[in-house]
Structures are given as structure tokens and as C-alpha cells.
């Protein structure tokens, strides 16, 4: 019975299970999917926060599927290694196609969390988490448009043997907002270290989201140039005005303090994060992994080892090298303390060049004895038997302390993301914010200088201070560069690629229709 529940789950439910937002009255009776709804037959808030940590805690899904197809990320095959049936190359060099395991993955995660949203949302019995519930459902609902442009949906779970209603982009943006505000309406506002519980400044942040991407999700298929609406770009100001958290100085050090501590061991202390998954090894709420940010790129030979893995592309390390910058002064790329120094050998951010042992004075090799020097040039297929082990800049977003277990929590939203969403929303047209104080703020607390607040210097600043956590795909479709040529991809890409296929299975429901072109 358990393999024909989860045959069921995987052809059918998974890709029809959303509910419209009048659900919440409904008695649900269906077959519960495998692996859904935590124990029995009902889902709880922790297992749906689970979900949301699903869809991070794997390298690539969000982060695999929304960095890699921009220009920050490769992933290049290094001899008979990293090649996945290119799975990384296809996904830097926009060939992808409906079988590809990574989007189906992710696929299959946001559905089964906005199916336990649901769960929850027909039991009157956990009414206190209803307006969690949203949020996260709403969450969801925002990386299935973002990524897949539709959301199927059900108006009643009591007969499932009836094909899933399928909304539309625009349809689902309506939904996704009246789910937000009413999340807003009933949520607390954050507790301070109180970021890993869903919070008024997470629904906030949300709206504003939803609220800046609306020309996308609401517009043409395939468009890359869109008209932004005022009241859109005034709501998105108003969400920021209104947030309680704010950025994190340093103690008042214009260096990488305040920047770092979003992602060291002791981050779940940072007012600045506004939503994170909570990671602490061996505790029954923990939900969060950061770990693979530095296991995925860190050579084999390297404290903490790693997989010898993806990179950061040249062309995007060379946003930290604007402005009259000099390499290693942006500490967002190149950060140490004598502790880092002396427990890896080197900086975290982007690694570049001679690698250190642990105490930074005796060098790495490989492991065929050559010195492990991190270049700049990456092919996407690497050859060279020296350049397989040491082609590449390699990461380390979160600071390590425990290298057997991560001990940071992770990330979803922090307030220098939102600043710089609202001086977006001011240079287009919005009132209230102000785009140059914004702009002056974020850099000045990393002590760089003030460069004049455009929409070109904004997109930089996002690239520079929100690499690799998870929003640079979105960022590039909204300004209208992610099918622009790149440093590894030399070829303007077809329209189809601003969405990911609905994976095969899911065209099984008859409602569902494959996204143009593929």
C-alpha cells in the first residue's frame, strides 16, 4: 500500500495539491502522500517550516537553481568529476530541459510544502498556526510563479481521483498576496533573536517582494523590459518603512563586522536577519544546513576539505572591483580574524590564489603535489590536470566553528536586501524612500564609499552584497539580463529559459500545460 500511496503522490498529488485560499473552511479527506504532514494524517507548523528548509538545505535546489543560471555560479566538470550528466553545465548554459533532476526536485518540494500549508489550514484544531500557515503557503507560492510561472490548485480534497485546476501567473500573484496580508494581520512582530519564527517583518518582506516582481508575474510571457507601477513600488517602500529589524553596524566599525554577522555561529543574535531556518546540531527544532556553502567548493586538501566543486565566475567577482575598489578591500568578498586564520588558513568570502593551512603560513598543495593556487579562469569542462584541482575562486558564505556540524542559521531574508528593495522601488517611481541613503547605508557599513544611487549601481550593489544566498536569478530576470550573453555562456539564450519546465510527471494532469518553447 505504501509504494501505490507514494505512486499516487508522485503522479498526481504533488502536482495538484494547492488550494484556494477559501480552503480553510473545507474538511480535507485524501490520500496523504508519503513523507507529508509530518505523523498521521495531519501536518504541524514544524514539519511545514521543514518543507521551507527542503527547498534550502540541498545546494542545488534554491540555491543551485536560482544562482548557477546567472552569472555568480559554475559549476564545471573537473575531469571525470562534477559532471552529473551535466546537470551544472546545462543549468550555467541555459540547456536544460523537463527532465532535469534538479528542477523536478524543486518542483516537487514547493508543492509538497504548500500541500502540508494546506493540511494545516483545514484543521481547526491548529487555528493558532493559521496565519504561519500562510505565510509559508504564500512563500511557496512565491517560487512557483517565480521559477514555473503556474500553481496547481483544488477547490475540495474529498474526491482526488479529479485533475488538479491549474492558476495562472497573475492568478496565483492575487493569491499569494491576500495570503501574505492576512498573514501579516495576525503574526507577532519579531522577537529579538526570534527570526527563525515566522514574523510580521518576514510577511512584510514577502509583500514587498511580491509587490516588486508584480510586471514579471503579471506580465507576457517572455518578457524581458517591464513597466513598473507606482503604487506597486510605493507599496514596496511602505512594507520596508514599516519592518522592525534593522542593519547590522558592527558596533560601529565601518569594516565586515556587521556584514559577518549574519553568518557566523552566533548569527540567530543578528536583528538584521528578518527570516531564517534555525541550525543547531542535535536539537529537536533545528531546521536549517548551512555546512555545504563551504563544503561544495573547498578542495579536498583544504581545513575544513571540501567536494572540489562549484565556483564563483570571474566576471561576477569583478562587481567587488568596481568603483575604484582594490582586490580584498570589500570585505563582503575577502573577510578574516586571527580565529578564521588560525582555524583555516585563510579568509571566508571568495578564496582566491595561494591556499593556506590552518595559521596562514604554509601553503596547500593538491593532491599531486602542486601548490593549490585558485585562478580566476574557469572553463565549464576543465582538462588541464593541474587546473582540475585549482580552476576556479571558491566560497565560504557561512563561517564555519563546528566542521562536522554548521552551527549558523540559515539566512531567508535580512534587512540589506530589503534596503536595497527599497531604493529599487524609489528609482522607480515610488514614494517615501529614499534610494541614495539606502544605497550609502549598505556600503558605508562594509566602509566603502558613496557612488551615486541608479538602478545600474543598485544591481551591482544587490550582486555584491546578496551573493550566492539565493536571489540573483530572480534580480536578473526582473532587470532584463538573464538571457544576456556571459562569460561562459558567449550566446544570447531563447526567451523559454526566464521559466523552468514543468517537470514530464507533472503533465500527467491533463489542466497542466508545458511553459512555451520546451
Same mark, same amino acid.
Given at each position: ?6 505512486? *499516487?503522490? &508522485? ?8 488550494? &484556494? ?11 496523504? #502522500? ?8 495531519? +501536518? ?5 517550516? =521543514? ?27 573537473? =575531469? ?33 510544502? *504548500? ?13 493558532? $498556526? ?41 492568478? +496565483?500573484? %492575487? ?26 517583518? %518576514? ?17 507576457? %510571457? ?68 548551512? =555546512? ?34 582594490? $582586490?580584498?578591500?570589500? #570585505? ?22 595561494? *591556499? ?31 587546473? *582540475? ?70 544591481? +551591482? ?39 523552468? #519546465?514543468? #517537470?514530464? $510527471? ?13
Amino acid at each position: 500500500m505504501k509504494s501505490l500511496i507514494k505512486f *499516487i503522490y &508522485c503522479s498526481v498529488i504533488a502536482l495538484a495539491v494547492v488550494s &484556494c485560499t477559501d480552503l480553510e473552511e473545507q474538511a480535507l479527506d485524501g490520500v496523504i #502522500p508519503e513523507g507529508a504532514g509530518g505523523s498521521g494524517t495531519s +501536518a504541524d507548523l514544524s514539519g511545514l517550516v =521543514g518543507d521551507v528548509a527542503a527547498l534550502h538545505n540541498e545546494w542545488n535546489r534554491n540555491l543551485g537553481v536560482q544562482e548557477m543560471p546567472g552569472d555568480a555560479m559554475a559549476g564545471p566538470t573537473r =575531469g571525470g568529476d562534477w559532471d552529473d550528466n551535466a546537470a551544472l553545465r546545462q543549468i550555467h548554459a541555459h540547456t536544460w530541459a523537463p527532465d532535469h533532476p534538479w528542477i523536478g526536485a524543486t518542483f516537487n518540494v514547493l508543492m509538497t510544502g *504548500i500541500y502540508n500549508a494546506d493540511l494545516i489550514l483545514n484543521d481547526s484544531s491548529q487555528s493558532s $498556526d493559521h496565519h504561519a500557515a500562510k505565510l509559508l503557503k504564500a512563500y511557496f507560492y512565491f517560487h512557483m510563479m517565480d521559477k514555473f510561472g503556474q500553481v496547481p490548485y483544488r477547490d475540495s480534497y474529498d474526491d482526488m481521483t479529479l485533475d488538479a485546476q491549474v492558476y495562472t501567473r497573475a492568478e +496565483a500573484f %492575487a493569491i499569494a498576496v491576500s495570503l501574505a496580508t492576512d498573514a501579516l494581520s495576525g503574526l507577532p512582530e519579531k522577537a529579538s533573536g526570534g527570526a527563525d519564527t515566522p514574523n510580521k517583518d %518576514a510577511a512584510r518582506m514577502l509583500l514587498a517582494k511580491l509587490h516588486l516582481n508584480r510586471a514579471v508575474f503579471t506580465g507576457e %510571457a517572455g518578457a524581458t523590459s517591464f513597466t513598473h507601477d507606482a503604487a506597486d513600488m510605493t507599496a514596496v517602500i511602505d512594507y520596508v518603512n514599516d519592518m522592525t529589524s534593522s542593519l547590522n553596524q558592527g558596533n560601529g566599525t565601518a569594516d565586515g563586522t556587521g556584514y559577518w554577522a549574519n553568518f557566523d555561529k552566533d548569527n540567530d543574535g543578528s536583528n538584521e536577519l528578518i527570516w531564517a531556518l534555525k541550525v543547531e546540531p542535535g536539537a529537536s527544532d533545528s531546521k536549517g544546513f548551512t =555546512g555545504y556553502y563551504w563544503r561544495m567548493g573547498q578542495h579536498y586538501n583544504q581545513t575544513p576539505g571540501g567536494w572540489n566543486g562549484p565556483v564563483m565566475v570571474g566576471e561576477y567577482y569583478d562587481y567587488f572591483l568596481e568603483n575604484g575598489v582594490a $582586490d580584498g578591500d570589500d #570585505p563582503r568578498a575577502t573577510w578574516s580574524t586571527p580565529e578564521i586564520i588560525s582555524m583555516m588558513g585563510n579568509n571566508v568570502g571568495v578564496q582566491r590564489g595561494q *591556499i593556506k593551512k590552518p595559521g596562514g603560513t604554509e601553503d596547500v598543495e593538491d593532491r599531486k603535489g602542486n601548490k593549490l593556487i585558485y585562478t580566476k579562469e574557469v572553463p565549464l569542462v576543465v582538462l588541464d590536470p593541474v587546473a *582540475i584541482e585549482s580552476a576556479g575562486f571558491r566560497t565560504i558564505k557561512y563561517i564555519p566553528d563546528d566542521f562536522d556540524n554548521a552551527n549558523a542559521d540559515y539566512a531567508i531574508y535580512r534587512m540589506a536586501d530589503a534596503m536595497l528593495m527599497r531604493a529599487e522601488a524609489a528609482l522607480l517611481g515610488g514614494s517615501g524612500g529614499n534610494a541614495q541613503a539606502d544605497l550609502d547605508a549598505v556600503r558605508a557599513r562594509v566602509g566603502l564609499g558613496s557612488i551615486s544611487a541608479s538602478l545600474d549601481n543598485v544591481y +551591482a550593489e544587490r550582486a555584491r552584497e546578496l551573493w550566492w544566498e539565493g536571489h540573483r536569478r530572480t534580480d536578473m530576470v526582473r532587470w532584463g539580463t538573464f538571457l544576456s550573453s556571459k562569460e561562459l555562456k558567449p550566446a544570447e539564450s531563447d526567451s523559454k529559459y526566464l521559466l523552468f #519546465p514543468i #517537470p514530464a $510527471d507533472a503533465l500527467i494532469n491533463p489542466n497542466m500545460n508545458q511553459n512555451p518553447g520546451y
